[in-house]
C-alpha cells in the first residue's frame, strides 16, 4: 500500500537517470563501471532519503492519513525503504546486465556490481537517517553534496584523493550502511526531527 501514495517521481526519476546513464555507458563502449559506480549510489541515496520523510509536516503525500494509523512509524518506514532500495537496486542490477550483454562491462558481471554496491548501501542509509533525523529535503541535498565529492574523485583531485577509497565496496562499507540503518530503524518514531521544537510551547 505504501507505494500507492510515495511520490511517482521517485520511480519516474531514478528510470531516468540509469536509462541516460547507461545509454551513455553503451555509447562510450567500455565505461560501464565506471558510470554505474556513479549512478547506483545518486539514485538510492536521493530515492530513500526522498522516501521517508519523518516530519510529517503536512506537506507529505497522505501525511494526515499516515499521522493517524495506528501503525508504527518503523513499519511505515521499513515499507517505504524496501520499496526505493528494491527498486532502485533491480534498476541497478538490469543495467548492469545490459551493459555487460552490451560489451561495455569487460570486466565481467561480479566486478561490475561490486563497483556499485557498496557505496550505493551507504549513500542509501547516510539518506535514510538524515531523512529520520532531520528531513528529506535536507537529507537529499547532503546526499546531493556526498555525492558531488564522490563524483568529483574520480578526476584526481587532490583535496579529495581518500575519498573514492573510503567509498569501495569494502567490508567497512558494507557495515558501515549497516549501522547506519540500524540506527535510523531504531530512532523512527522515537525522536522529533532537528527542525521541530518540543510538543509544548515556550511562553
Known sequence: MEARIMHRSIWLASA?????????????????????????????????????????????????????????????MLARVTLAFGYDLALALLSSAGALAHGSAPAGMTSLVTAWLGPMALLAALGLLLAVCWHAEGAIGVALAVWTAYALSFIELPVLNGIRHFWTNSTVTLVLALVLALAAVIMAGRIEPIRFGGATHRS
Open 16 to 76: 531516468l537517470v540509469m536509462a541516460v546513464s547507461v545509454g551513455f555507458a553503451l555509447l562510450r563502449g567500455d565505461s560501464a563501471q565506471l558510470v554505474l559506480s556513479l549512478a547506483a549510489p545518486l539514485i538510492a541515496g536521493v530515492g530513500v532519503a526522498g522516501s521517508y520523510d519523518a516530519s510529517r509536516g503536512g506537506r507529505g503525500t497522505a501525511a494526515e492519513v499516515v499521522a493517524t494509523t495506528p501503525t508504527s512509524p518503523r513499519v511505515i
